[in-house]
C-alpha cells in the first residue's frame, strides 16, 4: 500500500509541476508532439499508398496474371528468327480453345495517341485495340453502353468505347453519348460505350485521371485499319486459380510454340515477383519513413532530458526543503520521474490529435488524397506507447540526479 501511495504521491507532484509551468512543458513536450504525430501521418500515406497499389495489382488479376512477353531467341534458335510470327491474334485464339485451365485471355494493339473529332470538337487521347476479357485486366467500369463483344471482333466493327476524356472533351454537357459518331484518321466510329471517370470508380480506389484518356476499338479493327500485320503489343492470360499456374504455364508455352512454328521467341511471366516487389517497396517507405518520425520521437526525447535536468537545477534548494522535512529519496525520483511521463504521455496524446488533423489536411492536398488511408489504429497505438517509453527513459537520469542530491549541500545551493 506505501509503495502505490508513494507512485501516486509522486505522479500527483509531478502532474502540479508541470500545470504549474505549462510554457516550459510544452516546449519540452513539442519534440514528442511533432515525433507522433509525423509517424502517424507518414505510416497512413505509405499504407494508403500501397494499399491502392495492392488493389490495383489485385484487380489485374494479382498472382493469377501471366505475361506473355518477347524474348531473344536462345542461340540454337538463332537461324529460325524469320519462321515466328510473334505475338499476334491468332496467339490470344488458341490459347482461347486450348488452354481450358485459363478463366481470361487479353490481348491489345497499342495504337498510342490518335486525334478524335466530333461536332467540330477535336482532342487527343490514347487508342487500343482489345478483345472483351481486356475488360478484366485492365479494371474498367463502364458508366453507360456495352463494352467490345466477340461479334464485334469476329466483323471488325466500327465501334469504340470512350473514356471520360473524350466524353468531356467532344460532347460537353450532352446526356447518353451511346450511338454518336467519332471521326478518328479517315475513320467513321459509332459509340457503344462509355467508362467512368476513373477519379471514383473501381471500388472506391482513386486511380489516374490519365487513364481516363484511353479508348477501345475491337482488336481486328485496330489491326485492319491502323496495322499492316496482326501482331498485338500485349498478350496476357489469367489462370482459374493458384494451384492451376503452373499447368497453365506449361499448356501455353505447348500452344504458343505450335502458333509461333516451334520458335521460342516468347517468355511466360507470372507476377510472383511484382508481389515480392510490392512488399518489398511496403517494408522499405514502412522502415524509412517510420525510422524518420522515430528519430523526431529521440530527439523529442532529449528535449525532455535536457528540460528535466534545467529543473532539477533550478528546484535544488527545493529539493533540500523536501528531504530536510521528511522526503526520501525514491519520493523525489518518483516526482520528477513522474513529471517527465507526464509530459511524454501528454505530448502523445496531442501528437495523436494532430495527426488526424494532418492526415485530413494531406487528403486535400495530395492529388489523389483519397488514397490516403483513415486512422491508422496500430501506428496510432505504438506511436504513443513509443512516445510513453521515451520519456520514461528520458526522465530517469533526471530523477536519479535528484534523488541522489545531498539534502544539506542542496540547502546551502544559492
Not at 82 to 109: C, W
Not at 236 to 258: H, K
Not at 275 to 283: I, N, S, W
Request: charged share 20%.
Amino acid at each position: 500500500m506505501n509503495v502505490a501511495a508513494d507512485i501516486v504521491g509522486g505522479i500527483a507532484n509531478g502532474l502540479r509541476e508541470v500545470w504549474s509551468n505549462k510554457v516550459r512543458s510544452l516546449l519540452s513536450m513539442s519534440g514528442i508532439i511533432l515525433g507522433v504525430a509525423a509517424l502517424v501521418a507518414m505510416v497512413g500515406v505509405v499504407q494508403g499508398m500501397v494499399g491502392n497499389l495492392r488493389a490495383s495489382f489485385e484487380g489485374r488479376g494479382g498472382v493469377l496474371r501471366l505475361d506473355i512477353n518477347d524474348q531473344e531467341l536462345p542461340e540454337s534458335q538463332q537461324h529460325l528468327a524469320g519462321l515466328s510470327p510473334g505475338r499476334t491474334l491468332r496467339d490470344a485464339e488458341a490459347i482461347s480453345q486450348n488452354v481450358f485451365l485459363a478463366s481470361h485471355v487479353g490481348a491489345e494493339v497499342n495504337l498510342r495517341w490518335q486525334r478524335f473529332e466530333a461536332d467540330g470538337q477535336v482532342t487527343f487521347g490514347v487508342l487500343l485495340g482489345v478483345i472483351p476479357d481486356n475488360i478484366v485486366f485492365d479494371q474498367r467500369e463502364l458508366m453507360d453502353g456495352r463494352f467490345i463483344a466477340d461479334l464485334d471482333v469476329d466483323h471488325s466493327q466500327p465501334v469504340i468505347v470512350i473514356g471520360s476524356w473524350l466524353r468531356e472533351q467532344l460532347f460537353p454537357n450532352r446526356g447518353s453519348v451511346i450511338g454518336e459518331r467519332i471521326r478518328i484518321r479517315e475513320g467513321i466510329y459509332t459509340i457503344v460505350g462509355e467508362f467512368a471517370d476513373l477519379q471514383t470508380s473501381v471500388a472506391g480506389v482513386p486511380r489516374g485521371s490519365g487513364l481516363n484518356r484511353w479508348n477501345y476499338i475491337p482488336a481486328t479493327t485496330a489491326i485492319k485499319r491502323f496495322r499492316e500485320n496482326d501482331q498485338v503489343d500485349r498478350l496476357t492470360v489469367m489462370a482459374a486459380s493458384a494451384s492451376v499456374i503452373p499447368d497453365v504455364i506449361s499448356q501455353v508455352e505447348n500452344t504458343l510454340l505450335l502458333t509461333h512454328r516451334g520458335v521460342r521467341d516468347f517468355i511466360v511471366e507470372t507476377q510472383e515477383e511484382s508481389m515480392a516487389e510490392l512488399q518489398r517497396l511496403e517494408r522499405s517507405f514502412t522502415f524509412s519513413l517510420g525510422g524518420i518520425a522515430a528519430i523526431s520521437l529521440l530527439v523529442g526525447g532529449i528535449g525532455i532530458m535536457n528540460v528535466m535536468l534545467a529543473s532539477v537545477s533550478e528546484r535544488i534548494r527545493e529539493i533540500g526543503v523536501r528531504k530536510a522535512i521528511g522526503a526520501r529519496s525514491h519520493d523525489i525520483f518518483l516526482q520528477f520521474l513522474a513529471e517527465a511521463v507526464a509530459i511524454s504521455i501528454l505530448g502523445g496524446l496531442i501528437g495523436l490529435f494532430l495527426s488526424v488533423g494532418l492526415l485530413a489536411g494531406l487528403r486535400e492536398i495530395i492529388p489523389d488524397g483519397g488514397s490516403i488511408s483513415g486512422m491508422p489504429v496500430v501506428p496510432m497505438l505504438y506511436g504513443f506507447l513509443f512516445s510513453t517509453l521515451v520519456g520514461l527513459v528520458s526522465g530517469i537520469y533526471p530523477a536519479l540526479r535528484a534523488a541522489r542530491l545531498d539534502p544539506i549541500d542542496a540547502l546551502r545551493y544559492e
